[in-house]
């Protein structure tokens, strides 16, 4: 297009207008909020690696769960008062059925794109679980929950248990047939707690089960207590992220001093809203094709019915599988029933798996004397234990969950139900430490791997004849920045010093240090490059410019 003369005046009159305005409009803003000081806070830097966009997918699918919730909320009707379906699906004209069942299928066939947000909300409470669990996971193997990130873990972990609560709750509000053998199990559950059992299952049910407030309780929970409690740890652990800086890989010109990424604004955000935009769409696309949770086709909830082949969503298998494989085993205590094979498996064995969970990062920090800040993310290899750990959890509640199935399991594959059921409680005591032993010798094997191409050099494929008449292939010495990820991958952690004299906590201590430690090579920084004994210190420091952003100020 041709602007004359004037034209171009115009415009230039136009925009000095517009900035006039903008300069105007930021300088009141600037008198009432700190707009100024924010300039810092969009050019954060964030390391760019797709193990740290597992913690937006959960905020995204959060973000999916909350819309689609409010959209659900207008039509569903929270009561265990008893109707006779007269809806649009003719299979179940003339049932009766608890008001709750009847709106969910109201929901379903009569509410225009009901079934469509029914199921976009089931999908992204499934995805949403599954990314802070898988995010949990990526934490862990790193070592990001290492000074000073510990509260920040116990975070992470709390929000896991509010989303399984939360997820329990919304998949028991159809009162439907399967989510009522789910409220069923809850109720066994509560009344295997010694003493006060019976006290938590009246409370909870209102009476005896079924009871009429269980629903409208829960509804309570799943819309509003959950809820703010997740939004408000999530606001939280994303402040203390901003506040301490993101963990990122080793790599050359990235120490335990700096942070070095895409600057928050705009490199970061655009990429951010892009994965929010997939996160939509993938979760779209689901509901629309991919059915799940059909309760007209379970039918409403009655007590004495149990559906066949029940099976609750993956997140509560492990503790059907746990139910499952514990053999009958009872006590009478001054006449009162103690049900060890329900309460050992569904509240003994949670309870303890979340209390590891919660206390690891002070055990290992107790055990290996390490207090130093770490805001380098460990290689998985260069911790073989606290990988062959992870790993061990996680065949645990591998064996424990495909046990939750294995009626479905004998059914299809024609196995006889005791003989899987023996193999997986024998699987559950032996595959986790064989995968522990298995993982560390790999983690091992992987070190000395890298230490030996480090030594030899990497093969070329070029095969040349020596004067003596054999043939040697020739090689090359790695590039630098795979020597420094080899050396630098992780910041070398020594048992603490024991002088044997110590009272058995101390030698107890300096064991487990030894063991968690493991055996470790001297490692020499690559000339010219931040050694590990300079990164363990952090100091503020002057901010480093280098790759699209970075950040060296500790407490970012």
Known sequence: MILFPGGRRKVRAVAGKARGAAERGTGALDGRLPVSEGGRLLRKAFPDHWSFYLGELALYSLVVLLVTGVYLTLFFKPSMAEVVYDGSYVPLRGVRMSEAFAST?????????????????????????????????????????RKPREVNWIIGVTLFTLALAEGFAGYSLPDDLLSGTGLRIAQGIML???????YVQMFAFGGEFPGDDIISRLYSLHILLLPGLIVALVVVHLILVFYLKHTQWAAPGRTNRNAVGKPMFPQFMTTSTGLMFMVSGVLAFLGAVAQINPVWAYGPYRPDLVSTGSQPDWYVGFLEGSLRLIPRWETEVAGHTVMWNVFLPAVALPAALFAVLYAYPFLEAWATGDRREHHLCDRPRDRP????????????????????????????FE??????????????LVVPVAAFMVTKRVCLALQEAEYERMEEGEETGDVRQSVEGGYVES???????????VLRGSLAVSAPATDGRGGRLARLRGALGTWVTGPSRPRQAPPGEVTSEDASEVTAGEPAQRGSSADDSPGA
């Not at 992204?124 to 898988?134: D, E, N, Q």
């Not at 062959?388 to 645990?396: L, P």
């Not at 196995?415 to 559950?428: D, G, H, P, V």
């Open 475 to 485: 090689h090359r010495p790695l590039e630098a920045a795979e020597r420094h990820t």
């Open 105 to 145: 299928v109201d929901i379903s066939f009569d509410v225009r794109g009901g079934l469509l947000i029914r199921q976009i909300h089931h999908w992204a409470a499934l995805v949403f679980v599954a990314a802070i669990g898988a995010h949990l996971l990526r934490i862990f193997f790193t070592g990001a929950f």
């Open 415 to 428: 196995i006889s139900l005791n003989l899987l059921t023996w193999i997986f409680r024998i699987s559950a």
């Open 192 to 198: 295997s707690i010694p003493v006060v059992g019976t």
């Open 385 to 412: 234990v606290r990988t062959g750990f992870g790993v061990a959890g996680t065949a645990f509640y591998g064996v424990l969950l495909l046990a939750g199935g294995n009626d479905i399991i004998s059914h299809v």
